[in-house]
């Protein structure tokens, strides 16, 4: 053996040894940065955040691995983002106290869910009216306020039960994408897209339900290709309890995967029937089950006045914000149009959402944290969008059943999101199918996609400068 083959492997260990050491100092650091904060905040919630993190590590040590190194990580990382953008609210909209401020104006209803977690008879004073019915989610964080124990509660509190579930949604995304493609080289990267995703961040690490939503849904579907069916309806009622047409979306996707499974596994055609036919009656009967609920609900979102298209939200709400902030909506404009414009035009500009839009930067001359943060993501969609053509085209072209499931339910989800929610924040829940395949798509390439890629970049940049430059004159 020649002295560099020996000196090759000891100099790698030196350098993995090095870089674990540098890891190591600065998860420590970020540690005790964070425990200040929240001391400087109000130090009894220390005792939530102690409380929320051994949760996690617990959990994560059940499902996953016995090196709690990573679950902490991402626990501190995103406690840390979350105590910023709290202070930046505060310093922003002090009489908001720390909540993401007025809805339909620059903020979003997490002072709706506190108040009604927190109070016997909640009564919002940021609201002007406020729910008779309580929100099953406030139902949920009204148990959490029981089990901590202290007579007051903080916002941070409850935050922190937030981003419990925040930081399992870039693990459940890198499991579920070594899943469907063996490889460890994606599955890295849709952790690390998943873990500095600005619309998870916004839109999970603030008082509202779209990180529990993401994290149940990424979740079911990881506990489902694993067989692991009791936590895949447990996981399956809670995303139904807190948001049934999240609950929906995850049933079809279900079904997709079932398919797949009945095409992989390699057994006769007579099992494979009565597996079918197994599942097919499991179906009916969830369904059946679920009807009285699902019909109720559509009573109320009035799904069958509006079938595809929230006709009403548009006209009260965003008619009304566009009213109040006296700006221009490009989705409000394209929501006006004839069916035939609406629905392809809705879907692309829900794809690329949120814009890079300068003047947004601002409500009455106030700087809005969370829309900048949010902004972060027109960026970066710039390198995905790239990425995600080459795997779609990688996809058609090699006709990857497995991965070709995560572009459908991605892309019917989206659609559905275009026309039925109206809501960006919804969107909240799809992102780790994103990532999945702009992971895949990155190491999956032909040259067609890539030509594709980089000519949607141009046109996404020309389109976004021309829009920037209209709504600023």
């Known amino acids: 053996m020649s002295t560099n083959q020996v000196k090759q492997p000891i100099f790698l260990f030196f350098i993995r040894s090095r870089r674990k050491k540098r890891l190591d100092f600065l998860l420590i650091f970020a540690f005790l940065i964070t425990v200040l904060l929240i001391v400087f905040i109000n130090i ?4 939530s955040f ?27 990382f995103y406690s840390l ?58 139902k949920i964080l009204r148990i959490i306020v029981k089990i901590l124990p202290f007579k007051d509660t903080h916002l941070l509190d409850l935050l922190f039960f937030n981003i419990l579930g925040v930081a ?50 990424i979740g079911a579907i990881y506990f489902f290709l694993t067989n692991r069916y009791i936590l895949l309806v447990s996981v399956s009622a809670i995303l139904f309890y807190i948001r049934i047409a999240s609950g929906a979306q995850l049933m079809v996707l279900l079904l997709l995967f079932f398919y797949y499974k009945l095409r992989i596994y390699r057994i006769g055609h007579a099992k494979k029937a009565l597996a079918f036919l197994a599942g097919i009656v499991v179906i009916l009967s969830v369904s059946t089950m679920l009807f009285p609920i699902l019909s109720d609900y559509a009573i109320k979102k009035r799904v069958i ?33 004839p069916t035939y414009l609406r629905i392809p035009f809705s879907f692309v500009f829900f794809l690329g959402s949120p814009f890079l839009s300068i003047k947004n930067f601002t409500f009455n001359e106030i700087y809005i944290p969370r829309v900048i943060l949010t902004q972060l993501f027109a960026i970066l969609f710039l390198f995905y969008f790239k990425y995600l053509m080459q795997a779609l085209v990688y996809i ?61 970049i141009i046109f996404l940049i020309f389109i976004q400068l021309i829009v920037n430059i209209i709504t600023i004159i």
Not at 44 to 47: K, V
Not at 199 to 206: A, D, R, T, Y
């Open 50 to 76: 102690i409380l929320f993190l051994l949760v996690s590590i617990g959990v994560y040590r059940l499902l996953f691995d016995r090196d709690i190194k990573k679950i902490v990580g991402l626990f501190v």
């Open 305 to 337: 006045e509006n079938i595809f298209f929230r006709e009403y939200f548009v006209e009260a709400f965003m008619a009304k914000n566009v009213a109040l902030t006296d700006k221009t909506s490009i989705f409000y404009t394209i929501c006006t149009q």
């Open 81 to 138: 983002i979350a105590i910023t953008l709290f202070l930046l609210q505060y310093a922003t909209c002090p009489e908001y106290e720390g909540f993401s401020g007025p809805p339909g104006g620059i903020g979003t209803d997490d002072s709706m869910f506190f108040y009604e977690a927190v109070y016997s008879i909640p009564v919002n004073p940021f609201l002007v009216e406020t729910s008779h019915d309580l929100h099953p989610f406030s």
């Open 44 to 47: 009894t919630s220390l005792i």
């Open 168 to 217: 399992f949604i870039p693990i459940f995304t890198s499991h579920v994408a070594y899943k469907l493609t063996e490889e460890k080289r994606i599955a890295d990267l849709a952790y690390k897209f998943a873990m500095i995703c600005p619309i998870i961040m916004v839109n999970g690490l603030i008082l509202i339900r779209e990180g529990w939503t993401a994290v149940l849904f």
């Open 396 to 456: 058609w072209k090699k006709r990857q059943l497995d991965i070709g499931i995560v572009a459908i339910s991605f892309s019917l989800f989206l659609l559905i999101l275009s026309q039925m929610s109206l809501q960006f924040r919804h969107k909240t829940m799809i992102m780790p199918l994103f990532y999945i395949l702009s992971a895949y798509g990155f190491y999956n390439k032909t040259k067609l996609g890539r030509i594709l890629g980089i000519g949607g």
